[in-house]
DNA sequence: ACTCTGACTGTACTACGAGTCCAGTTGACT
DNA sequence: AGTCAACTGGACTCGTAGTACAGTCAGAGT
């Protein structure tokens, strides 16, 4: 009974990884299962079919971004209890992570899905969306508390600037990819936390 | 004579329309042709294979963006000559830009093949990284500029700042492909702007 | 008028991956 | 001993990439 959990996951993995290296169209099942060393049976055993694979994937991952932003902000208050200061602590725990991982960030499903969405279904769509509206509310929050006791030095709008992270790690996530470089997404994050400096100043 | 290049630029209209909309694997040489009113043997006469035709794509997509930056930053420098309030017009006439489009930009076709580069072969992705190192040189020499007249206001890396502005232009495109949103992207670019104003602020 | 060439059309072929169907196997639990 | 979830394995259909090649056709050069 454990092989069920097991083996699901196994696919997935694989199946992340192939997708994330080079598309979802470009990973076979054949691949998957090879790599995962089951038979083509067993795999639409567990996926329907691969939008079914695509939609699991993507809740997975959204699943484990959230889990590690509660994580890393978290940790973040507990250093520091300014909300300006705990977020930029986030931020920096944010971008040394990005940096540590050895063989660069795997990159985003959600970049990676949304430039192939006319593959899956509307299920998968509204899942990529959500995702990231809970994002824009997550920081939007955030940058609420940073401003009932900071002054922005100029005027911004809050969901704007709460998408602005997801964007800057989205966008450095597709540097990344395209320069073959392995840290302009913690790049990207430090300059982005300058930002809030330099807009939340008290002086 | 001009029925060469005539329907070697209709296939490629077709084909990046399919390809933003859709991916490029989700794309088939069926659907490019039946657009473009050819025979697959004539798709074959212009290109090689899918291959070439991503080159291509890519190659025509690059020249443009880059005439669309030389003419939008030198009309900006012909309404001040400035460098910082120069940057400032022309990121404003960028964000105008993109959101005066009706049915939302394109999309940027550098992302959609950075999170797809396996299917591509090294030319294609070294024309990828090129063009992004282009932007970051473009960029980070007007950065430069400003930077001799107005002390920046915090410590900022230059090749990644101007890195930030593809990475939150093409972010900002993540963005409101996933979310179905029209002005991300500006909003974005206007954020952007508000950080240039504060980093290089003479005050 | 004649030929040559570039730009195709049309057809037939191979190869491969997605997805379907299904019959049979295996090991754990009851 | 029987049941069920979790598979295996094979045969099939269908759509797409890519190859090959023979033929058409308009216009430029001679």
Redesign the pocket.
């Known amino acids: 009974?454990e092989?069920?959990v097991?083996?699901?996951s196994r696919i997935l993995d694989i199946a992340e990884a192939a997708v994330l290296e080079k598309g979802f169209e470009a990973?076979?099942?054949?691949e998957i299962v090879a790599g995962a060393?089951?038979?083509?049976?067993?795999f639409?055993?567990?996926f329907?079919?691969?939008?079914a694979l695509a939609r699991a994937m993507l809740e997975r991952y959204i699943d484990a971004e959230n889990a590690l932003y509660d994580d890393l902000f978290a940790r973040a208050r507990e250093l520091n209890d300014d909300p300006l200061h705990s977020m930029l602590i986030g931020l920096k725990l944010l971008a040394e992570m990005l940096e540590e991982m050895p063989t660069g960030h795997p990159g985003c499903v959600i970049a990676s899905t949304a430039y192939q969405d006319r593959l899956f279904d509307e299920g998968v769509r509204e899942l990529n969306r959500q995702a990231i509206l809970g994002w824009r509310k997550r920081f939007r929050g955030m940058f609420e508390d940073i401003a009932r006791v900071y002054e922005p030095r100029e005027p911004v709008n809050m969901d704007a600037l709460g998408d602005m992270v997801s964007g800057v790690v989205e966008g450095g996530l597709v540097l990344q990819r395209a320069l073959r470089e392995h840290n302009n997404a913690s790049e990207q994050i430090m300059l982005f936390r300058t930002y809030l400096k330099l807009l939340f100043a008290s002086t």
């Open positions: 009974m092989q069920k097991d083996t699901r990973t076979s099942i054949e060393d089951i038979s083509r049976g067993g639409f055993y567990h329907k079919d691969k939008n």
